[in-house]
């Protein structure tokens, strides 16, 4: 039977900030942004925006009736939690109007997480194939102004089904981990921007690619030449690139460049959004699928996720005919309407998210034209707004 990705939407802000705009007020060379990082320009998320609205926008537009009704299990994949207890999953199955039999859990290890909640979902349909699973990748990535992170930031939602029979991509069973205690980036409860060794962590990136690239290869029998494109969590897009560089030389040079041709594709997306934590390599994904007219059904993709702290997977999926039916074909028309702000725009907008403290607070949501807004919180409780209900 086969089990994997049916369906899949994303959803970020209607804001953004131009990279060499933000390089030039930070004194940087534009292209240390546009071509040492990889970033154009990078999704400014506004108050209203947090991360149960952004994997409820994510979701709803690529459910039906049918959907609902199957969905008894939903993964939220977060390193931006808004809670120390409850899950940000059961905000969301609220507000997607899910059934009360599904089980509603949150999971956390960086930007990993959204992969473990992929593998949970997919073992869940193979026991209960009639069933499907919703899992959502939302983060807001925050390092703070005039840092050296600030220019990967960003943020975003990553809605996936999982179902039998999928129409985008079947998983295989077989997947290759690492996870170790290493400190390159962490975020310890009483703060909202992330720590991190920026250096250490790139390089703790490419040797997790590495050993769990050529882990899978040995375990299962697999050639690298087996894999038409291979697709990378996208912290910054460059980062991708230096994966994929470590990787050339196990293929022949006509496979490289074809490699490095899907690989333009697959960072295409998240060069306008930045890092979305969580969601990161299935943006990457949905751009491979949208923008690379090179991909046929029967291609194997190859998917790296990395979460820092840390833990890396290797796994692939085999591309199956419909796939292009299961898409948000119309994301990339979305990004290109978005409202560029300047960079005192952004700065205001980072500084005015919900305060973390008990006081009643009202957020201004009017331009926001997002179905589901925070719109601030009263008695200690968030309150989210559907503007349709
Ligand atoms: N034109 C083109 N490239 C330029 C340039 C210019 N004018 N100026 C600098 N660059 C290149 C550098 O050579 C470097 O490329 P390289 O990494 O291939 O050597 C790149 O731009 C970045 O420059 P660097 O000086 O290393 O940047 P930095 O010290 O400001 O930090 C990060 C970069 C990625 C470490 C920092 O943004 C960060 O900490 N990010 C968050 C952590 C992260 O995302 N980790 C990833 C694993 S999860």
Same mark, same amino acid.
């Given at each position: 039977?086969?089990?994997?990705?049916?369906?899949?939407?994303?959803?970020?802000?209607? =804001?953004?900030?131009?990279?060499? #705009?933000?390089? $030039?007020?930070?004194?940087? !060379?534009?292209?240390?942004?546009?071509?040492?990082?990889?970033?154009?320009?990078?999704?400014?998320?506004?108050?209203?925006?947090?991360?149960?609205?952004?994997?409820?926008?994510?979701?709803?537009?690529?459910?039906?009736? !049918?959907?609902?009704?199957?969905?008894?299990?939903?993964?939220?994949?977060? #390193?931006?939690?808004?809670?120390?207890?409850?899950?940000?999953?059961?905000?969301?199955?609220? =507000?997607?109007?899910?059934? $009360?039999?599904?089980?509603?859990? !949150?999971?956390?290890?960086?930007?990993?997480?959204?992969?473990?909640?992929?593998?949970?979902?997919?073992?869940?349909? $193979?026991?209960?194939?009639?069933?499907?699973?919703?899992?959502?990748?939302?983060?807001?990535?925050?390092?703070?102004?005039? %840092?050296?992170? #600030?220019?990967?930031?960003?943020?975003?939602?990553?809605?996936?089904?999982?179902?039998?029979?999928? *129409?985008?991509?079947?998983?295989?069973?077989?997947?290759?981990?690492?996870?170790?205690?290493?400190?390159?980036?962490?975020?310890?409860?009483?703060? %909202?921007?992330? =720590?991190?060794?920026?250096?250490? /962590?790139?390089?703790?990136?490419?040797?997790?690619?590495?050993?769990?690239?050529?882990?899978?290869?040995? /375990?299962?029998?697999?050639?690298?030449?087996?894999?038409?494109?291979? @697709?990378?969590?996208?912290?910054?897009?460059?980062?991708?690139?230096?994966?994929?560089?470590?990787?050339?030389?196990?293929?022949?040079? %006509?496979?490289? &460049?074809?490699?490095?041709?899907?690989?333009?594709?697959?960072?295409?997306?998240?060069?306008?959004?930045?890092?979305?934590?969580?969601? /990161?390599?299935?943006?990457?994904?949905? /751009?491979?699928?949208?923008?690379?007219?090179? =991909? #046929?059904?029967?291609?194997?993709?190859?998917?790296?996720?990395?979460?820092?702290?840390?833990?890396?997977?290797?796994?692939?999926?085999?591309?199956?005919?419909?796939?292009?039916?299961?898409?948000? %074909?119309?994301?990339?028309?979305?990004?290109?309407?978005?409202?560029?702000?300047? @960079?005192? &725009?952004?700065?205001?907008?980072?500084?005015?998210?919900?305060?973390?403290?008990?006081?009643? *607070? &009202?957020?201004?949501?009017?331009?926001?034209?997002?179905?589901?807004?925070?719109?601030?919180?009263?008695?200690? *409780?968030?309150?989210?707004?559907?503007?349709?209900?």
């Amino acid at each position: 039977m086969k089990v994997g990705i049916d369906k899949m939407h994303f959803a970020s802000s209607h =804001l953004y900030v131009d990279m060499t #705009e933000l390089a $030039r007020a930070r004194g940087a !060379e534009p292209d240390k942004y546009l071509i040492g990082i990889g970033q154009a320009q990078m999704a400014a998320i506004p108050p209203s925006q947090d991360i149960v609205t952004l994997a409820a926008n994510a979701a709803y537009p690529m459910l039906t009736a !049918e959907d609902i009704q199957a969905i008894d299990l939903l993964v939220v994949a977060t #390193e931006s939690g808004i809670d120390n207890s409850k899950a940000s999953a059961i905000y969301v199955a609220h =507000l997607l109007g899910l059934n $009360r039999r599904t089980r509603t859990i !949150e999971m956390k290890e960086a930007c990993y997480a959204g992969t473990a909640g992929v593998q949970l979902a997919q073992e869940h349909v $193979r026991v209960h194939p009639d069933k499907k699973a919703l899992v959502i990748g939302a983060d807001i990535a925050r390092y703070g102004l005039n %840092t050296p992170g #600030e220019p990967t930031q960003g943020g975003g939602a990553v809605a996936m089904l999982i179902s039998a029979d999928p *129409q985008i991509l079947a998983l295989g069973t077989e997947s290759t981990l690492l996870s170790e205690d290493v400190m390159d980036f962490w975020r310890p409860l009483y703060h %909202t921007e992330a =720590l991190v060794d920026g250096k250490f /962590s790139s390089n703790i990136y490419i040797d997790y690619f590495q050993d769990v690239f050529k882990g899978y290869l040995e /375990s299962t029998g697999t050639s690298a030449s087996d894999l038409t494109a291979l @697709v990378f969590h996208l912290p910054y897009t460059k980062m991708g690139l230096k994966a994929l560089r470590s990787a050339l030389p196990l293929v022949s040079e %006509t496979q490289q &460049e074809s490699w490095v041709a899907h690989f333009e594709c697959a960072r295409k997306l998240n060069r306008y959004v930045g890092n979305l934590y969580t969601g /990161s390599l299935y943006l990457s994904l949905l /751009s491979q699928l949208l923008t690379d007219p090179k =991909l #046929e059904a029967g291609d194997r993709l190859g998917l790296f996720s990395y979460g820092s702290g840390a833990e890396g997977e290797f796994y692939t999926g085999v591309l199956q005919a419909d796939y292009a039916n299961g898409l948000d %074909t119309g994301l990339p028309q979305c990004l290109a309407r978005r409202q560029r702000v300047s @960079v005192t &725009e952004y700065e205001q907008l980072f500084k005015s998210q919900l305060a973390w403290k008990a006081d009643d *607070q &009202e957020l201004d949501y009017a331009s926001d034209p997002h179905r589901f807004v925070l719109t601030g919180q009263h008695d200690e *409780q968030r309150q989210y707004l559907d503007k349709w209900a």
